[in-house]
T-cell receptor, first 112, second 117 residues
Framework: GQQVMQIPQYQHVQEGEDFTTYCNSS?????IQWYKQRPGGHPVFLIQ?????EVKKQKRLTFQFGEAKKNSSLHITATQTTDVGTYFC????????????FGKGTSLLVTP | DTGVSQDPRHKITKRGQNVTFRCDPI?????LYWYRQTLGQGPEFLTY????????KSRLLSDRFSAERPKGSFSTLEIQRTEQGDSAMYLC???????????????FGPGTRLTVL
């Protein structure tokens, strides 16, 4: 599968600060997806990026896909306590193109 | 609730016992996936079905694991002769074929947490 590495593993911010998590692959990805998992919950789909250099925004969340389609980032502006959770990037398995290979995730803690 | 459901939500078993989990996908979804997640890790792919056909299996899926989706609707995942290393959250997801260059959006169920004593 297309392995994806995520950094940082943990991030602790004060409410109102910005947050960024990065996802990297040694191979070109066909697309990349981002999921959020709240503590005790299950992964919830956030977005999919397909095109080289693509940038998508969802309110305070900005997602980018690198020009070489080997890296991606998720940036949250002015974090809120509701942003707490683990953010995963995921890329499809090369063979099937359907099952996903998840990164280890970045756990975000936001203190008021 | 029309989301993905899984049963049971929690299972505690003794080493060596067999366990079976069930997943009911979103009704019109033709693809169904099983993942395993351990603490501090992302979900790891186990296997997936398109309708009733099992199209791919991960190397993580040892011969003690078997999955079925007999009528292309619900699926079961059985683990025989459980080991302590099987303790994990078993997640099911489903999707509807979207085609093109994009990958289906996968909708995850709440998971079954397995503890092997």
């Amino acid at each position: 599968g297309q392995q994806v590495m995520q950094i940082p593993q943990y991030q602790h911010v004060q409410e109102g600060e910005d947050f960024t998590t990065y996802c990297n692959s040694s191979t070109t990805l066909s697309n990349i997806q981002w999921y959020k998992q709240r503590p005790g919950g299950h992964p919830v789909f956030l977005i999919q990026l397909v095109k080289s250099g693509e940038v998508k925004k969802q309110k305070r969340l900005t997602f980018q896909f690198g020009e070489a389609k080997k890296n991606s980032s998720l940036h949250i502006t002015a974090t809120q306590t509701t942003d707490v959770g683990t953010y995963f990037c995921a890329a499809p398995f090369l063979r099937s193109g359907y099952a996903l290979n998840f990164g280890k995730g970045t756990s975000l803690l936001v203190t008021p | 609730d029309t989301g993905v459901s899984q049963d049971p939500r929690h299972k505690i078993t003794k080493r060596g016992q067999n366990v079976t989990f069930r997943c009911d996908p979103i009704s019109e979804h033709n693809r169904l996936y099983w993942y395993r997640q351990t603490l501090g890790q992302g979900p790891e792919f186990l296997t997936y079905f398109q309708n009733e056909a099992q199209l791919e299996k991960s190397r993580l899926l040892s011969d003690r694991f078997s999955a079925e989706r007999p009528k292309g609707s619900f699926s079961t995942l059985e683990i025989q002769r459980t080991e302590q290393g099987d303790s994990a959250m078993y997640l099911c997801a489903s999707s509807l074929t979207s085609g093109g260059t994009s990958t289906d959006t996968q909708y995850f169920g709440p998971g079954t947490r397995l503890t092997v004593l």
